[in-house]
C-alpha cells in the first residue's frame, strides 16, 4: 500500500443549480489536482444543493435527482476525472429505475463509476428513502467506505464500517449552526456572511465557536480515533438556502489529529498525505482487536424502535 495523496473541498453551493456547483467542483478539482492531490472529496449534495429539498415535492425531487451511472452529472464527473487526472467524490439526489428517491454520494474516476453509496438516515425530505447497506470499496490500493452527515453520529455505522475493513471513510456534510438540544447551538446570523470582507473576525469567531467547529471537534476525531481509520471530512460553507454553514473541512489521521483543514472564509480545498502505518501504530488498531463481541453481540443487535428526531427541522426550533 502506497502513500495517498487526498483532498478535501467547501464550497458555497447553488440551490438547484448543477452546472453552477459542477463548475466549481471542476475549479477545485483542479486546484486539487495542482497541490499533487490524486482524490478529491466534495460534500453531501455539493452538485444539487441541499436544504432547498426540504420543501419540494415527489415530483419536483424526482426532476433534479438523477440515474445512477447513467445521469449527466456522472458524464460530468467523470470528464472532470480525466481532465485533471483525479478522483473525484461528490453527492446529488438519486432516482432508481422505480423513481424511488435516495440521497447518494459517488466516486468517479476517469473511466467512470467506482462506487456509489445511498445516505442510511435521511430525513431533508420525507420522500428519500434510507439507502440498507454499507459500502466499502478499493481505492488506489486503499480500502474506502462512505457515510454521508447523520450516519456518522450513529456510531455503529462507523464500526461496522471500520470492520468491514475501511482505512479511510469519507464523511460528506452539510452541517452545524442549526438549533440542537447541546448548549451553545443555534443558527447563525447570515449578516456575518455577507459582511465577511469588512469583518471577517466576528464570523470567524461564529464559525470556530459551539455552533461550529467547536462542537464539530468534540467527536470527529473520537470517530478516526476509535476505529483507527483515516477520516475525510467535506462540509459546505457559506449560505445554503437560508442557513449559514461554517466549512471547516479536513482530513483527519487514526490519532485523531487534524492533518488539513479548510480556513479560508469562502471555497477552499486542501490535501493531506495519508501513511498507511498509522493504519495499525494507532490505538484503535489495538482496540478493535481487542473486542469481545461475545459479551455485546446479543446488546447491540437486539431490536428497537428506531427514532431520528432533527430538532432544526421542526417546530422546537421555531423563534
Known sequence: ???????TAQFEHASGDK????AIIRQLAGEAARQGAQVVAFHECSITGYTFARNLTKAQLLAIAERIPDGESMQA??????????????GLFEKDQDDHLFKAYVCVDKNGLVATYRKLHPFINPHIQPGNQYVVFELLGWKCGILICYDNNIVENVRATALLGADIIFMPHVTMMTPSTRPGAGFADPALWANRENDPTSLRLEFDGLKGRAWLMKWLPARAYDNAVYVVFSNAIGMDEDQLKNGCSMILDPFGDSLAECRQLGNDVVTATCTPEKLRQAGGYRYLKARRPDLYADIIGQPHESEQKVVWLTSESAT
Not at 452546472?19 to 459542477?22: E, G, I, M, R, S
Open 77 to 90: 464527473l467523470q470528464a472532470i476525472a480525466q481532465e485533471h487526472d483525479i478522483v473525484v467524490l461528490a
Open 19 to 22: 452546472a453552477a456547483n459542477l
Open 1 to 7: 500500500m502506497q502513500h495517498l495523496k487526498i483532498a
